[in-house]
């Protein structure tokens, strides 16, 4: 089980691809399918740093890196595409599992993802959570996505609670530095978890 911090906590916030599923080697491999030729423009490492961080923003930042010019939306729309189709390989990170089980209906919790909202909404349907959470709040929902806080703003303001009563589970550093800047705890979810 994992360990929370101590704290009066009104609510949990979760971000989703790495935190509740195991999917970022599966973005990974939908980003290098998508990018053919400019993959190699989009190291591992890269790709990992980038966690948490709106579709189509990495998109622009392969491009710039690239030098390359393909269509921003055409290219989220490969990566997606390829990433639904492989979606039922997605896996639960066990010990995230084990909080939502024990806190549901205990505690308001939402989501607040980088991902388009109907690759989010697949993703929680498929582990049986999409009833778990109260709010959800995805890339078409901000108009920041992280680093800045806004996501996790934005989902406290649609649970009802005030920023500094939610807790965030987090995965990548631009997720966890967007909580910081929320004025929220978080529980970092590692690699070592999955």
């Not at 948490?52 to 990566?79: L, N, P, Q, S, W």
């Not at 631009?174 to 070592?192: D, K, L």
């Amino acid at each position: 089980m994992l360990q929370l911090p101590a704290g009066d906590f009104e609510a949990f916030i979760f971000d989703v691809d790495g935190t509740i599923a195991d999917t970022m080697p599966l973005h990974f491999e939908a980003w290098q399918a998508a990018l053919g030729e400019w993959a190699p423009h989009f190291p591992e490492d890269v790709f990992y740093s980038l966690g948490g961080t709106k579709t189509d923003r990495v998109a622009e930042i392969v491009r710039e890196r690239a030098g390359a010019d393909f269509a921003v939306a055409e290219m989220v729309h490969a990566k997606e595409r390829y990433f639904m189709s492989r979606l039922g390989t997605a896996t639960p990170i066990e010990p995230v599992m084990e909080i939502i089980a024990e806190w549901r209906g205990k505690i308001p919790m939402a989501v607040a993802s980088g991902g388009l909202r109907h690759v989010v909404t697949e993703t929680l349907r498929g582990l049986g959570l999409l009833d778990s959470f109260q709010a959800f709040v995805a890339a078409e929902d901000v108009v920041h996505g992280k680093p800045n806080p806004e996501p996790f703003l934005k989902a406290a303001a649609l649970l009802g609670v005030d920023p500094a009563k939610c807790l965030v589970f987090e995965d990548s550093p631009t997720g966890i530095e967007a909580a910081r800047a929320a004025g929220m705890q978080w529980v970092e979810i590692t690699r070592e978890m999955r």
